[in-house]
């Protein structure tokens, strides 16, 4: 398969008077891991409502593993699984009962999904959780379950929101694991987070996101080279402000979010001589991340 | 766009397997739900027939009890549709978001619409044929004419299944529903020949009362029960399945303009 297997064209949509998506263009080819990345609020939701094909865009257009959607989105959604942001598992069913309810939905024969139970629970985890209600379940085992959901129909594409928003480092590590399993089985996966950790070990390729727009796009790697200095040094304790005078004439981009300076530069070395002189001042060298390029691409105010 | 909002309901049997997710929660909790359904119905009926009846004597010719139940098996029913479209569907559609996740599938809006409107149905029947096996133990089903009122508690439940979904579509919680309760399927109890007969009101108010689903309803099911034909059938029967039409059109806009929009 040589086109992508999703690409959208100048996305819209509206809500009210406010645009909440204002001309995206995505292209995700088989096989990648893509990240949309941005703050609450950019959009990133939306967006993937709408290359799912559940809300109408304005204007636009988008195609799914070959379909236009929305017009073609249920036959979109046959060979696609979604991941929500929040789970909306069946509180009153078990966990298989979870997953044979799911599959009905793709249209698939009891005895087919009964068949594949097995491998699902083993690959969320959940090995002899079968008959467990999911009320016992913990956040990761829930977490884990709704990603075996949407593999119920043996997608090609997974679209994921925030997958792992509110999970504990554990439970966050295994579902990384997880997801690399998926991208090895050649599975497209599409997710949305604002953990920069995440896309940063996850995504071969990600989009910032910011008032409805994308506004840079590359590998994580490559877009921090682009666009930001490589080393960092924060800076905070008493006189750091008047501190931070003398170290715009030492690095070339100096900024102040609170009581820490930020120091960005190629060669960080006078930074830390400095810096070596001043008992009071306490200092954290590192390179520079994919956090870094966030805060530089979309500031560094609190979003709602 | 709008278009797409206005589309006459997409009718498919791809809301079997929301039915049938439907059914698997009420097999959980059967025993709840059949008291909750048909308790507060059978207590009243048996209070009020026997208590008011032994004072009321007989009306139109028969006893009150039977009278009364004939209303009740048209309530009970209209209850049964109203409380799975308004209480239950709220639940799945906001609470539980599990209308969220069935449309992440290769499933519309419309499919899930559906699948809440045929369990509505299939609770109100439920409800209907349970009081008509209590109302049928005790003697007061007169012929085998009682079980054409099991299709005439479909039509009910088609009604106001279609009905809810439309108060549903416009809930912003589980207490907007008493101004639905209260404001308009109280006084229609009152107004529909459940309890008295209402031919007996004033012209105006029978003008009203003739224009209420519930009012056909109980016209179909009371001379069933009591063994008779229904007089002016074709009537009755349209304005059910006008209600039932015209309110799931009215419910599937509704509902995809709070949740595609």
């Known amino acids: 398969m040589t086109s992508p297997a999703l690409q959208t064209r100048g996305l819209r949509k509206s809500f009210g008077t406010q645009e909440v998506v204002c001309g995206v263009d995505l292209s995700v080819a088989h096989g990648e891991c893509f990240g949309l990345l941005g703050p609450n609020g950019a959009g990133k ?92 379940l913990s956040g990761g085992m829930k977490r884990r ?71 840079a796009e590359g590998s994580p790697r490559g877009l921090i080279s682009e666009h930001i200095e490589p080393q960092v040094v924060e800076v905070h304790g008493p006189g750091s402000d008047l501190w931070m005078e003398r170290a715009r004439t030492l690095a070339p981009r100096v900024e102040r979010a609170g009581e820490t300076v930020f120091c960005y530069a190629a060669q960080v070395e006078p930074v830390i001589e400095d810096l070596r002189g001043q008992s009071e001042l306490a200092y954290l060298h590192r390179p520079a991340n994919l956090e870094d390029l966030f805060l530089k691409l979309t500031g560094r105010d609190l979003r709602d | 766009m709008n278009a797409r909002l206005y589309a006459p309901p997409a009718l498919s049997l791809r809301f079997i397997p929301v039915w049938r997710r439907h059914f698997l929660v009420w097999r959980k909790l059967a025993l709840p739900s059949i008291l909750g359904n048909l308790g507060e119905p059978l207590i009243m009926l048996f209070g009020l027939g026997y208590g008011l009846g032994a004072v009321m004597g007989e009306i139109g010719g028969v006893s009150y009890f039977a009278f009364l139940a004939a209303g009740f098996v048209a309530s009970s029913t209209m209850y049964a549709a109203t409380f799975e479209a308004l209480f239950s569907a709220f639940s799945r559609m906001h609470v539980q978001k599990t209308w969220e996740a069935i449309v992440n599938a290769p499933m519309t809006l419309d499919d899930v619409l559906l699948g809440e409107w045929a369990w509505a149905v299939t609770k109100s029947l439920a409800a209907g044929v349970c009081m008509l096996a209590v109302i049928a133990l005790f003697g007061y089903a007169k012929s085998a004419l009682a079980l054409a009122a099991i299709p005439a508690a479909v039509l009910i439940g088609l009604a106001f299944g279609a009905l809810g979904l439309c108060v549903n579509a416009i809930a912003n919680g589980y207490d907007f529903f008493s101004y639905y309760m209260t404001l308009v399927l109280t006084p229609m109890m009152m107004l529909s020949g459940v309890f008295f007969p209402v031919d007996q009101l004033p012209g105006a108010v029978l003008a009203i009362a003739m224009a209420l689903p519930l009012y056909h309803g109980v016209e179909i099911v009371r001379p069933l029960l009591l063994g008779s034909f229904p007089s002016n059938l074709l009537l009755h029967v349209g304005v059910l399945v006008a209600y039932s039409a015209a309110g799931f059109y009215v419910a599937t806009v509704l509902t995809r303009k709070r949740l595609l929009n």
């Open chain 1, 45 to 136: 939701t939306t967006t993937l409502k709408l290359c799912l094909g559940l809300i109408d865009p304005d204007s636009g257009e988008a195609r799914l593993l070959d379909h236009d959607v929305p017009a073609r989105a249920r036959e979109a959604r046959a060979k696609v699984g979604v991941v929500p942001q929040f789970d909306n598992l069946d509180p009153d069913f078990t966990v298989a009962e979870n997953l044979a309810v799911y599959g009905r939905y793709f249209g698939m024969k009891d005895s087919q999904i009964e068949a594949r139970i097995p491998g699902l629970l083993e690959f969320a985890g959940l090995n002899g959780r079968a008959n467990s209600t999911i009320r016992t």
């Open chain 1, 145 to 215: 379950l709704t990603l075996a959901r949407a593999l119920v129909n043996d997608p090609q594409v997974l679209f994921m929101d925030e997958p792992t928003t509110g999970l504990d480092p554990q439970a966050r590590h295994l579902i990384w694991e997880r997801l690399r399993q998926l991208t090895q089985q050649g599975r497209t996966l599409i997710l949305t987070t604002h953990f920069m950790e995440e896309a940063e070990r996850l995504c071969r390729r990600i989009a910032i996101m910011d008032h409805g727009r994308v506004i």
